[in-house]
């Protein structure tokens, strides 16, 4: 688990910087919530997921998934 997960299953940190507010994990990206406020931030499987307004977007490395890619994997 990282730092950043870690506080947040402490209950260390409300948010992980300014605009985002950390509202939990789920288990899969397709798990993430479609009604989203931007800066929502969720963790999956140990990875951060902020809603930037239209898409979720791994804050790690700045790559959105789109709705379309989730979708995807399903199809």
Do not use: R
């Given at each position: 688990?990282d730092v950043?997960?870690?506080?947040?299953?402490?209950?260390?940190?409300?948010?992980?910087?300014?605009?985002?507010?950390?509202?939990?994990s789920?288990?899969a990206i397709?798990?993430l919530p479609?009604?989203?406020?931007?800066?929502?931030?969720?963790?999956?499987?140990?990875?951060?997921?902020?809603?930037d307004?239209?898409?979720?977007v791994?804050?790690?490395?700045?790559?959105a998934?789109?709705?379309?890619q989730?979708?995807?994997?399903?199809?």
């Amino acid at each position: 688990m990282d730092v950043v997960t870690y506080a947040f299953v402490k209950g260390l940190a409300a948010n992980i910087e300014p605009g985002y507010t950390y509202k939990g994990s789920v288990s899969a990206i397709t798990d993430l919530p479609e009604s989203a406020t931007k800066g929502d931030l969720y963790t999956v499987d140990g990875v951060q997921y902020v809603y930037d307004g239209s898409d979720w977007v791994n804050i790690e490395t700045g790559v959105a998934i789109t709705e379309g890619q989730i979708d995807a994997l399903f199809t």
